[in-house]
């Protein structure tokens, strides 16, 4: 079975902080990773996806994220924070072979304070 | 490109009621899910099509749920009977074809039983 943690629930930090927000797996073979972000009222965007090769994977509105097999984790990145930043992050995983679904972690939600 | 479209946004029912709510996705794409969210449980996988074949019905979600692809670019989620419980925003989303792919996501329908 595979499962996605995003052990912080709330992030809050002043506007021009970098963040991180944490993502770990649980998957037993190479995993295919997905940020995705929701917007207050909106639905789910898409950031940024890890599928091979370089571990730092830059996405859209300057994230980025770096994959560590080591520990199983996914984390996402940016510096610095912007106030327009505040939105709910989800971590995803995909298995790959032949099942293309998604799992998703429950989701951080971003504060960024002006 | 047009995006995954859902209709309609909002939906109102009477606890009893079969509600159908529809998806478009993006052309060309070939995996469809349906999303449902919720605060408490997060996004939970209702249902996948893969090249309008059924991948997946969402285990728990069979018994009033039924998903169907009946062309390449429209989907619909029946629920029937409704149930309080199943006040929630409903997402859809398409893929191009892969795991490696990134989903689009619908606006989301937000659904309420009376």
């Known amino acids: 079975a595979q499962s996605v943690d995003q052990p912080d629930a709330h992030v809050t930090l002043s506007e021009g902080a970098s963040l991180e927000l944490r993502c770990s797996y649980s998957?037993?073979?190479?995993?295919?990773l997905f940020w995705y972000v929701q917007y207050p009222g909106q639905s789910l965007q898409f950031l940024l996806k890890?599928?091979?090769?370089?571990?730092v994977v830059k996405g859209t509105k300057g994230f980025e994220a770096e994959f560590r097999k080591s520990n199983s984790s996914f984390n996402l990145k940016k510096s610095p924070a912007h106030w327009s930043d505040s939105a709910k992050y989800f971590c995803?995983?995909?298995?790959?072979?032949?099942?293309?679904?998604?799992?998703f972690g429950k989701g951080t939600l971003l504060t960024v304070t002006p | 490109d047009a995006g995954v479209t859902q209709t309609p946004r909002h939906e109102v029912a009477e606890k009893g009621q079969t509600i159908i709510l529809k998806c478009e996705p993006v052309?060309?794409?070939?995996?469809l899910f349906w999303y449902r969210q919720t605060k408490i449980q997060g996004l939970e996988l209702l249902s996948y099509?893969?090249?309008?074949?059924?991948?997946?019905d969402g285990g728990a979600f069979k018994d009033r749920f039924k998903a169907e692809m009946l062309n390449s670019s429209f989907s619909t989620l029946k629920i029937q009977p409704t149930e309080p419980k199943d006040s929630a925003v409903y997402l859809c989303?398409?893929?191009?074809?892969?795991?490696?792919?990134?989903?689009?996501f619908g606006p989301g329908t937000r659904l309420t039983v009376l």
């Open positions: 052309s060309g794409h070939n995996d």
């Open positions: 890890y599928i091979t090769g370089d571990t």
């Open positions: 995803a995983l995909n298995s790959g072979g032949s099942n293309y679904k998604l799992t």
């Open positions: 099509f893969r090249s309008k074949s059924l991948m997946e």
């Open positions: 998957y037993s073979a190479a995993p295919y």
């Open positions: 989303a398409s893929s191009l074809l892969g795991g490696t792919y990134e989903q689009y």
